[in-house]
DNA sequence: AGTGTTTGTCTAATACCTGTCTAAGAATCT
DNA sequence: AGATTCTTAGACAGGTATTAGACAAACACT
């Protein structure tokens, strides 16, 4: 933490906390009257003033006493046990429990989720591009369109998503995912990326992913779909002058012919040219991955930065 | 800042501090005879001259009395203090609102200018739906969009922008602005919101941002452009049975027929129907607008956090 | 069911904070 | 010169705090 010790000086007024807290202010009262649950200082006049700390601890307290969990057992706890407590619950309630998912990005996730388990393919477009124009395209990428598809995918592998709803769900995110390429077309000089997906790959997502996150960096991108020939993904850079190629690989099947794949591609391109190899079977082959030339990244935030790097034009 | 010193010297009158401020001017004495919130220079007849800093410090503690805290606390706290406290305020209400003054932000809005200038309206409009993609829309509207169309204004007015490229860069911020407010068409229940200008004003961006934002909160938006009486104002909020309904005013020319307008909205809607006044003149009309019954927006910002707090619904 | 605890809400009396107003005089403007 | 705006100092009222205590709904446990 960067704050000065200023940060700590208590200065909020009641009605400021209730608004920050959502307690009323007897509540708050009546909560420091019977279990100090925060001691805030006081005016020359007596008005309680509360801390940036006091405000953070009492937002938590109402989040878990709106859990369930009775006040008067929370209040003599210490923050990091509040802390303790709410993680806890919150792995309990979520699946996975990715990062900090926030109320509108978990909103988004659900009635996504929800729709396509109706078959509304329209209302989940709808919510997904939503999300996208509200939450921006990274933090839509990381926190609804890549939770959306796993848990799609979670549920199909245990059959509480049938085959069909998992197809139409896909379409429409790679519809999304494609209108949001085709907001990014660049028309300047940039960086210059080739995506796609070696052969038997047939999962575009994660490639399309990749591809859309790299044209919000300003790169400029040739996305080519799935399952294509090491030959002519080599011949696609050498048109486009390709600064870098980047692979998706979901299936570890295969691993021999991937890796082999590989090794072809990275020797039909130039030697500046950067291979990439991402996806969810990524890790599984990292190492015969690398030996064939490529760079292996793990997750869209690596490859984001990774990519930041590359950028020799150093498009804004 | 390249500001020349002059800018610094005091030379602004109580009346003009007030109508900048929105602080009338027996307050501004009070304020500085209770807690030295600032210190004006004198004419040698003694009358007050505010600096520009004095005016700033003084909108700031506006807006930080306006979100409740009490100016008593607030008057001995240096400017940067100021800043950081409204800093964590802004952080508390907005959910992802990244609000770092990026590079990218900075460069959509230089691009977008710099394509107006050369009537490339393609262009335009292609940066400013990327921007609105890659950073969400409340950070759009508040680092790109409002940017954008102050500069244009200005230019404008100091006769560096021409009339034509002035209205194809507005229509072009319209039809983006419009276009997102199309993403946000919602299907299920939520809370109703309607948004005009009152009759003779006829500049609307203000008007359709203040849509989009309450859009991409959730809110039902019902947009009925420019210049509207408000005897049809008032029959669509019946029939939308509109929660509350918001009004942009630029030009504080003919204060008192628009005054007038406002009256009549109010007595012509239900008690527990909002009226809020936001815009370019909103400051100016303050006083007055109140006390017809309406209820003043300074900033976008202002707006959301306040939208936030009307919503009966609590649509996430 | 009965009993006791927990907990949010409310009241009443009091005190503080803060916006508004008054009154009389000085400065400024036209 | 007269109208307007600004000045100071003080007064005032209403909103917002404060306390202590009462009450009832919800819950847990016989």
Redesign the interface.
């Known amino acids: 933490m960067n704050e000065p010790s200023?940060f700590r000086l208590p200065?909020?007024?009641v009605?400021?906390v209730s608004?920050?807290t959502g307690l009323t202010p007897h509540v708050l009262r009546a909560w420091e009257r019977r279990y100090q649950v925060v001691t805030p200082t006081r005016?020359e006049g007596g008005?309680r003033?509360y801390s940036?700390l006091d405000i953070e601890r009492l937002r938590r307290l109402r989040r878990l006493t709106d859990r369930g969990h009775a006040i008067g057992r929370l209040a003599p706890l210490p923050l990091d046990e509040l802390i303790r407590l709410e993680d806890a619950a919150v792995e309990a309630d979520e699946r996975p429990g990715e990062l900090a998912h926030?109320?509108?990005?978990r909103?988004a996730v659900e009635s996504a989720l929800r729709a396509a388990r109706r078959f509304d393919a329209a209302?989940v477009q709808?919510v997904l591009?939503?999300a996208?124009?509200?939450?921006?395209?990274?933090?839509f990428l990381d926190q609804v369109a890549t939770p959306v598809v796993e848990r799609i995918g979670h549920g199909w592998a245990e059959g509480s998503v049938s085959i069909a709803q998992e197809h139409m769900a896909t379409a429409v995110v790679r519809r999304v995912l494609g209108w949001?390429l085709g907001?990014?077309?660049v028309?300047g000089p940039a960086d210059r990326l080739v995506v796609a997906t070696p052969p038997r790959q047939v999962h575009e997502l994660g490639a399309l992913m990749v591809a859309v996150s790299a044209a919000?960096e300003g790169w400029k991108v040739t996305y080519l779909g799935p399952d294509l020939p090491p030959a002519d993904l080599v011949g696609a850079a050498r048109q486009t002058e390709a600064n870098a190629v980047a692979l998706s690989v979901v299936y570890a099947a295969g691993t021999p012919d991937l890796i082999a794949a590989l090794r072809e591609t990275r020797a039909g391109l130039p030697r500046d040219v950067a291979l990439l190899v991402g996806g969810a079977a990524s890790l599984q082959i990292k190492q015969q991955a690398e030996a064939a030339g490529a760079q292996v990244v793990d997750t869209l935030l690596e490859f984001r930065s990774l990519i930041r790097r590359l950028a020799p034009e150093k498009a804004?």
Do not use: H, K, N, W
Request: net charge negative.
């Open positions: 200023c200065r909020y007024p009605r400021l608004l920050r005016t008005q003033l940036e926030d109320e509108s990005t909103f209302e709808t591009e939503r996208a124009v509200t939450l921006g395209v990274p933090a949001l907001v990014y077309e028309s919000a804004p």
